[in-house]
């Protein structure tokens, strides 16, 4: 598969986790386009390996927090509540999901990283611990706190254990 087959099959898949990764659209298209372009100079070797997408995610993963370590990017969190849309109004859809991706991004880099890989890109432990270069337990360490945070926000009760089997 050529650089330029893959970007036209994968590029829109990879935008829309960066999305999800920094709930940023325009951050996300910025670390996508740096992560291609990185990955168009050793593209003959990422292919080899055989799983470009756990390579090139890994990149975007990388990027963003490259992006957090710069002192100048650090954004200024508000304690000021959006209201709240009137259940039937034809924007509710579109209001829950922004703020899922709010609480979503509140979380850590690692965590964020998890919750993104396994339930919008419905990958399994091992692989994203393969992306994150961590173990399997970590991912599912990862999961249950990320979880937990994301329930107490919504005024659910934490729960011990990870996946129901």
Known sequence: MTFEEYVAARGASLVRFARLLTGDPHRAEDLVQDALARAYLRWDTIVRVEQPDAYLRRMVINGSHSWWRRRSNRETPTDTLVERVAPGDIDTETAERDAILRQIARLSDRQRAVVV???YE????????????C???????????????????????????????
């Not at 419905?122 to 270069?133: S, V």
């Open 122 to 133: 419905d990958l399994d432990d091992a692989t994203i611990a393969d992306i994150l270069g």
């Open 135 to 165: 173990s399997a337990v970590t991912v599912r360490s990862h999961a249950l706190k990320a979880l937990n945070i994301l329930r107490a926000q919504v005024g659910i009760a934490p729960t011990t254990s990870g996946r129901k089997r």
């Open 117 to 119: 890989l396994r339930y």
